[in-house]
Structures are given as C-alpha cells and as structure tokens.
C-alpha cells in the first residue's frame, strides 16, 4: 500500500470521526435541572411552556460524547455525556454537574454533584473516566488496579477523603428499592428522581472552594483494599517504594527510577497495574 493511499485511509478515517462527533450535538431539552451556582448551565427558555433547552453546537459550550455513568446503587446507564466544570474551582480536572442522553431517548437528564459513583465519556482521543469525590467528579489520571488522580485539595490541611468503595455500592443496591431508569424515565420521572439523588445529598461531602494549587497533589486509590493514600513531594519516593515494592514484575532499578522523578508518577502507576495486575 503506498504512502498516499496511506494518507487517503487517515484522512477518511478522520473525517467520519467527526462527522460522528458532529452527530451527537444539537439541541435538547433538558428534564430535572436544578439551578446550581456552583455549576450553571448555559440555557434557553420556552417562555409559553418554561422548558429549558441545552445546545452543544454553541461555541465553547461542554460537546456531549458517548459513555455511561454508574449509579450510586451500581446499575449502569449508556447514553450521551456533557460535564460541566465545577465555577467554584479553577480546575478542569473537577466536573461538578453533567447532562446525559440516555440511550433511545431523545431529551437529555440532569445529574449534579453526589449523584453518580463513575462517568466514563470516549472523547475524540482517549476513554476518560471521573469518579465521585466530594460532591464532585475527580478525572482519573490513570485507571486499574490502583487509581491516580490529582488532589484537589492541595496545598491545604484538609483531610483527605474517601472515594466511593465496591461495598458502599453494594450495601445501597441491597437496601434501596428501587426501579431501573428505564422504567423510570418510561413513568416520566426524571432522572435525578430516579436514582434517588437528594436522599443521599447529605451522606456525602462537597467539594470545597477554590485554592491556588501551587504543588500539584495526588491522590491514590486501592480499589482491592478501598483506601486511599494522599502523595505529596515529601513523601512520594515512600510512596513509590511501598506500592511498587510489592510487585514482582517490576525491578529495583526501574523503581527506584521511578522514586526519583515526582513528575514520572503517572508513568509509575500505569506501568504498575500493566505487570502487576
């Protein structure tokens, strides 16, 4: 195959990958908004019926991608994604609401902070995923046995939190009844209605204001043992020492390599759940 036909097949392959892209945007009325200042969505109003309209073609405004979020109770939903970021915080690493499309319908949900364990949005380059931490959605840095995210909190004395664990989204899906979105969305309920987002509003922690992060924070996650360890500058070669020790399939030499770098922390964690899973 020759070098312009090469091209030609690159070519193609973008193009329908943003005709795609294109394809998943317009506009939508939204169900179950609920005014946040912490997270405002940039709306239009039907001033005869007050239904409120989201449009994702705008210029700037959050693109809806596919993927699926997880429920705090563990059922899993597939459809079409917005995030919008969290207006209390500088970061882009923090989402604090989102709109999604439930596959087969044609009106978008929305969900604010505290009302989903995990969103996973396939973006035009990469799969990323958000966990729930703090009333927001923290992106993952680096996704497996051991997960890597940057501390929001940093530079701060506030504890650390927990992320939510396998078995809190088990003891909830045994001790809520409810009906599956599907059916709910079938009776007309919205979506925040259905998975019950305002009786778990005050079990969990919002997110803080906004502070200068000076150094940057991580935070890691065992997803096996449920904890998760706060890694600064200061203790980090510790860190690296204790979790990467432990593996095996990862020699001295290499980790120890590791332990020098703070900015090679990404590569270490990744490496680590690819040969020590």
């Known amino acids: 195959m020759t070098k312009l036909n090469n091209n030609i097949i690159l070519f193609l392959l973008f193009m329908a990958i943003s005709v795609s892209a294109i394809a998943q945007q317009g506009k939508f009325k939204i169900n179950g908004y609920e005014q946040d200042k912490a997270c405002p969505i940039f709306r239009s109003v039907d001033k005869k019926t007050g239904d409120s309209f989201y449009d994702s073609r705008v210029i700037g405004y959050p693109r809806f991608f596919p993927g699926y979020i997880i429920t705090l109770d563990g059922e899993k939903v597939e459809g079409r994604i917005a995030l919008f970021n969290n207006q209390t915080a500088d970061w882009a690493f923090v989402k604090k609401c989102m709109l999604i499309i439930p596959d087969g319908e044609e009106e978008a949900q929305y969900l604010g902070g505290n009302a989903v364990a995990l969103i996973q949005q396939q973006q035009k380059k ?61 009776d007309g309920k919205s979506m925040q209605e259905s998975i019950q987002v305002a009786a778990l509003k005050d079990e969990l922690i919002n997110i803080g204001a906004a502070v200068e992060i000076v150094d940057k924070e991580y935070l890691l996650y065992d997803e096996q043992n449920a904890t998760t360890l706060l890694i600064t500058k200061s203790n980090y070669e510790q860190a690296i020492q204790q979790e990467l020790g432990g593996c095996p399939s990862m020699d001295e030499k290499t980790i120890k390599g590791y332990a020098k770098k703070y900015d090679k922390i990404v590569d270490a964690f990744m490496e680590y759940n690819e040969k020590c899973k």
């Open 126 to 186: 990469e799969t990323v995923y958000y966990d729930l931490y703090e009333g927001g959605y923290l992106e993952r840095l680096v996704s497996g046995k051991l997960r890597l995210s940057y501390n929001p909190n940093a530079n701060t004395s506030r504890k650390i939190s927990e992320f939510v664990s396998q078995s809190f989204i088990d003891s909830l899906r045994a001790n809520t009844a409810r009906k599956s979105v599907r059916e709910s969305l079938n």
